[in-house]
């Protein structure tokens, strides 16, 4: 599947809640399904910036696509990078620095998030986004 296919279904996902505790809920457990980082790249060079609680993400390169692994100490940010992650991990480099992220506006995240959980938000995709534009000179 291409990066907008999964948002798409995410967004589907989303909508079939009614109301935004059911959504968080739902989001928990996707944190809970997260790929977890190795203990060996949970360290301070693989922490986002501009988090209120700790995420760590780190990035491997395998048959030209980036994937993903992160963790947090918070079980909503959890579910937050795990939405990001599974939007964005085992694509190009190029497609993810070319990716759209309105699918975030129309599952309505950024509204329902306190100020420095929308600002981590923001974090967290400009750093996948980072990685993405780091290895792309490896690919070519």
């Not at 693989?46 to 209120?52: L, P, V």
């Not at 699918?103 to 929308?118: Q, V, Y």
């Not at 400009?126 to 993405?132: F, G």
Request: overall charge negative; proline content about 2%.
């Amino acid at each position: 599947m291409n990066i907008k296919e999964i948002q798409n279904d995410i967004v589907d996902e989303f909508s079939m809640f009614d109301d935004w505790m059911q959504r968080y809920e739902y989001m928990i457990d996707l944190g809970k399904s997260l790929p977890l980082i190795e203990a060996q790249y949970k360290t301070d060079d693989n922490i986002i910036k501009g988090c209120q609680s700790k995420v760590w993400v780190h990035a491997d390169l395998k048959d030209n696509k980036l994937v993903f692994t992160a963790d947090s100490d918070a079980i909503i940010t959890k579910g937050i990078i795990a939405i990001l992650i599974r939007a964005f991990s085992n694509q190009k480099p190029k497609d993810i620095i070319d990716a759209d992220t309105a699918f975030i506006d129309e599952i309505g995240l950024k509204e329902h998030l306190s100020p420095t959980r929308a600002n981590g938000l923001v974090s967290m995709i400009k750093q996948i986004k980072l990685y993405a534009i780091a290895y792309q000179t490896q690919v070519g």
